[in-house]
């Protein structure tokens, strides 16, 4: 007599509406957030070549892009710079009429407490050597002098507006650096998030051509190793005790696993950056016809999700949003 199996797990799968009922992850509109790009001394809209569909904006765009993600429901936006100038400081990042500076602004008002305005706290999109620190006279980043330039960030971003402070640029003791600055400056409501994991990664090209970096080298010296994954745990732990409120996991994708080890060990939040290299090989490779589309979309945002993040920086955050109010099965 034929052995019939015990358990029949496929029957949880045999329709649509019983893999929606069992499904363990979902995803919804406002765990997404949407990185936007605001390009100094531009009339419209400029595409960006290596990522289709991605734009650099004009400080005009800014409220219609609020609008646009107000109602879509997602939670909120992260502006970063593209300044017409740039030198050893990166001086426009902490000039109050500087090009991020002035998008907070303006995008604060338009959110009025919709959304969440946040801003990328880094110097890289404002060196003329396109790294993420000023330099010493070694010509290595100087992490303590870079934090006292984070610091002024932190109230400059504060005073136009933002709601979160994206703390980006791998340095000792960011975190603690800008909550002392804010928490002197009466801004204790600021939330920090801390890019705590964030490794030094191929994945970042097109982002690169986004803010139109000036970087020669890498970033290793400050960035983690991709070998590493106990290392990553570490950071982000570290930032929690200087006072992180959020921390992040970064690329996404390639991180999975430090993300459920974060996750798991954090008291805090914790979100993902699915970054621009990520986006761009999907995008490249849907319009080859290699794959399919909205399926590997959607795949790679269950993936982060499933793997921890309980939000999620993606540049798809707008046009996702409109598939989960339709319903649509995003794998």
């Known amino acids: 007599m034929t052995a019939f199996p015990t358990r029949r797990l496929r029957r949880l799968r045999s329709t649509p509406a019983l893999r929606r009922l069992v499904a363990e992850t979902d995803l919804t509109a406002?765990?997404?957030?949407?990185?936007?790009?605001?390009?100094?001394?531009?009339?419209?809209?400029?595409?960006i070549a290596t990522m289709p569909g991605v734009h650099q904006h004009p400080l005009e765009d800014v409220p219609a892009l609020v609008e646009a993600a107000v109602a879509a429901g997602i939670g909120g936006i992260m502006l970063f710079g593209v300044p017409s100038h740039r030198d050893a400081t990166g001086s426009g990042a902490t000039d109050p009429a500087g090009i991020l500076n002035r998008a907070i602004e303006v995008a604060a008002r338009a959110a009025v407490g919709r959304l969440t305005v946040q801003a990328d706290l880094c110097?890289?999109?404002?060196?003329?050597?396109?790294?993420?620190?000023v330099l010493g006279a070694d010509g290595a980043v100087d992490n303590d002098a870079t934090l006292e330039i984070y610091a002024r960030m932190a109230v400059?971003?504060?005073?136009?507006?933002?709601?979160?402070?994206?703390?980006?640029?791998?340095?000792?003791?960011?975190?603690?650096?800008?909550?002392?600055?804010?928490?002197t400056d009466g801004r204790?409501?600021?939330?920090?998030?801390?890019?705590?994991?964030?490794?030094?990664?191929?994945?970042?090209g097109p982002f690169r051509d986004a803010?139109?970096?000036?970087?020669?080298?890498?970033?290793?010296?400050?960035?983690?190793?991709a070998a590493n994954a106990r290392e990553g745990v570490q950071e982000a732990l570290a930032d929690i005790d200087e006072g992180a409120d959020i921390v992040m996991v970064k690329p996404a994708g390639t991180s999975l696993d430090v993300l459920t080890r974060v996750r798991d060990l954090s008291s805090v939040p914790v979100w993902a950056y699915q970054v621009s290299g990520e986006y761009a090989l999907i995008e490249h490779a849907a319009a080859s016809g290699l794959i399919d589309r909205g399926r590997a979309i959607g795949e790679s945002l269950?993936?982060?999700?499933?793997?921890?993040?309980?939000?999620?920086?993606?540049?798809?955050?707008?046009?996702?949003?409109?598939?989960?109010?339709?319903?649509?099965?995003?794998?």
């Open 30 to 47: 406002r765990r997404l957030v949407l990185p936007v790009f605001v390009k100094e001394g531009i009339t419209a809209a400029q595409p």
């Open 123 to 133: 110097l890289d999109e404002f060196t003329d050597h396109g790294h993420c620190g």
């Open 156 to 183: 400059v971003q504060a005073r136009a507006g933002a709601d979160i402070l994206g703390l980006s640029g791998m340095m000792d003791g960011q975190v603690a650096a800008c909550r002392a600055a804010l928490d």
């Open 188 to 204: 204790t409501d600021v939330v920090l998030l801390a890019y705590s994991a964030k490794y030094a990664s191929a994945f970042y």
């Open 211 to 225: 803010v139109e970096s000036t970087l020669t080298g890498d970033r290793r010296a400050y960035q983690l190793d």
């Open 302 to 331: 269950l993936a982060i999700r499933r793997a921890g993040a309980e939000v999620i920086l993606t540049y798809w955050a707008i046009e996702v949003a409109g598939w989960l109010r339709a319903g649509r099965d995003l794998a």
